[in-house]
């Protein structure tokens, strides 16, 4: 777990322009942010290089971070997961790497380790617990693309079906996602 | 709510459930972008999205980088300053010839020389903790002023975009306290160059009970009745950084 406070701090001094403060951010969190692309871009090269755009970006954008709005840890991994997602557009080479056996973070959710558990703490619960009340395909679409960068079509092919099916799927898993989440949020 | 409007709601959430996840791509990737531009509950639920879906990732698994990938982003992040820094010469010029300029061209100089990085040695802010952030926006979202303030030094340390005054205006920086909902001054600022304020006790205790921060255009001198004027500039929550109470 990173601690908030710190990592807000060291957006903080970014803004001010601190390279020093970039340099300790990217000490914490480049070994995750770097697997956070590795899983969407499946390339150590493109991964680094997903890694060096996504810092520039940080060190641009660090005054534009609200601590009120979301979490830092959430800012930066956004901020990875995105470029990433535009250096696989830009690649195109996505789909002939579907089939390569690459050691690639689990998609089903619900086997995060206890310790994972603990560290993201209720929320993550919640998240786990919505995740189980849909069903395995929508659940599998979900995590596929949210963690692996699976397209509709990459979906369409794994799943031996048709674009608007998945659209369907997915349209349905974030209504139903967002309903229990939201239950959740108003029991607690 | 009006059926269309329901309709429009749940188009929105979808979409900015399927930007977040990534399997919004090419065109209607690029069309949401520019259209959460503008539209601040469609950012607010790509925030909401973002947020819950990232308890899917698991911080602990981890891939370390190469070793020469942080001098990559060093030299990225130079490369960048250093290309700014050439520009200088040639908005100079511009200056001197369209003097109107003056107050912008100032504040892009500002935010591309390194000025700030050697306030940050001088001012020794890279060694004191920052015990309160604020990043204050216009109206329209953008950021005009962004500050911080560490009690260690009773300083605040202030980030300026593109602020603007006439001869015989100043700015003026004020908190709305959480205790009481008062609007109190903390300094009136001659222009967009001052980069350091020297708090003094009383202001420091402004800043510690501060909910947020609020910048005005006031006549010079500062507002004359000790109240913000209706020439709001920008506004932005006050936030606290550190757990540990610093009142020393």
Redesign the interface.
Known sequence: ??DQ?AL??LL??C?????????QL?ERL???L???A?N?VRS?DL??EV??EA??QI?NNA?????????P??WL??IT?YRA?DRL?KEKRHSENRSENIEL?SVH?EN??P??KA??GQ??G???ACMKTLNERARTC??M???Q????DD?ANKFNTNVNT?KSW??RG??R??EC?DQKTQIA | MSGSENANSLNNDSAAFEYVVGTLRGKARTDFEALMRQNESLRFQVSEWEERLMNLNTTELTRTPTKDNWSAIENRINTTAQSSHQSKPGLLARLFWLPWLLTGVMTVLLMFNSTLFQTDQENGIGKLPIDYMAVMTTNDGKAALSAVASGDARRMWLRWEDNRLEADQDFQLWAVSRSDGEIRSISVIANSDTEVLELSEAEWRLVKDADSLLLTVEDEGGSPIDEPSDNLVAKGLCVRLTRTDRDV
């Open positions: 777990m990173h406070d807000i701090d903080a001094r803004a001010l322009k601190d390279q020093q403060a970039l340099k990217y480049s070994p995750y770097n697997r956070v590795f969407i150590d991964s680094n890694l060096q810092f520039v060190w005054g534009d971070y609200r601590p009120d709005k979301s979490k840890i959430t991994t956004s997961r997602l557009a973070d959710a995060s380790s310790e994972d560290v993201h929320q993550q919640d998240l786990l979900i995590t693309a949210y963690i960068g699976y397209s509709r979906l998945i997915l349209h974030s209504k996602l967002k989440l």
